[in-house]
């Protein structure tokens, strides 16, 4: 589930301007086949299955696992106003940070605490307005790709100790510091490849007309 949401969101920062260059006459694909629903017996199993993976009102905790930590906002804070803090520790780069953004903006400590504190608490009561729908999917998911006898096998498994321990861990990976370190250095690199996407299209499109303005 969480690399559904984290992909979602890696996907979310592709260029909008690569959709609005693909040619207006071009047809649309040709739309796969409605995979077929799953039985009654199916969705009830698999949502037992959910209850136990995702308990009601969970998706509000996952958000802010996945709200990037301090050292993360720091480095892209860092970033943006153009100091190589690499090599740095957390407190270095805070106070290289703050020292240069006091300098442009005198609201700067400020202005960067509200924006974290909505960030959060908008990202999250989103996450929650979504839930049930997720939910809903995730049962659609899980009875259409496990049959009865395999969804069963699942809640076996995730009612023992250990398959609730897997459950709770799949819930709270992103307050594990090995995912806060992989997300410090993915995001960086996922911000550089889509402006490196956008000049490797525009250079390679150059020979094109202009796209047209909508």
């Not at 006459?25 to 799953?38: I, K, L, R």
């Amino acid at each position: 589930m969480r690399h559904a949401i984290f992909l979602g969101f890696a996907l979310g920062l592709a260029p909008p301007a690569l959709a609005a260059q693909a040619p207006a006459t071009q047809p649309p694909p040709a739309s796969a086949p409605a995979p077929e629903a799953p039985d009654a017996a199916r969705l009830v199993a698999a949502g037992r299955l959910v209850d136990l993976m995702m308990p009601p009102g969970s998706m509000r905790d996952v958000m802010s696992d996945f709200m990037p930590d301090l050292d993360m906002i720091l480095a892209q804070t860092a970033e943006s106003l153009g100091i190589d803090t690499e090599g740095m520790s957390t407190a270095e780069r805070a106070r290289a940070v703050e020292a240069r953004g006091v300098q442009r903006d005198r609201h700067f400590r400020e202005r960067m605490r509200i924006t974290l504190e909505v960030s959060r608490r908008v990202m999250s009561d989103v996450m929650a307005e979504m839930e049930p729908d997720m939910r809903r999917i995730m049962v659609t998911m899980m009875a259409r790709h496990f049959d009865q006898a395999e969804l069963g096998e699942l809640l076996t498994f995730i009612t023992t100790p250990t398959g609730r321990k897997y459950a709770q861990m799949s819930l709270n990976m992103g307050r594990d510091p090995a995912w806060q370190e992989m997300m410090t250095l993915m995001l960086p690199r996922i911000t550089a490849a889509t402006a490196r996407v956008a000049d490797e299209v525009r250079a390679a499109t150059a020979h094109l007309d202009p796209p047209p303005r909508i």
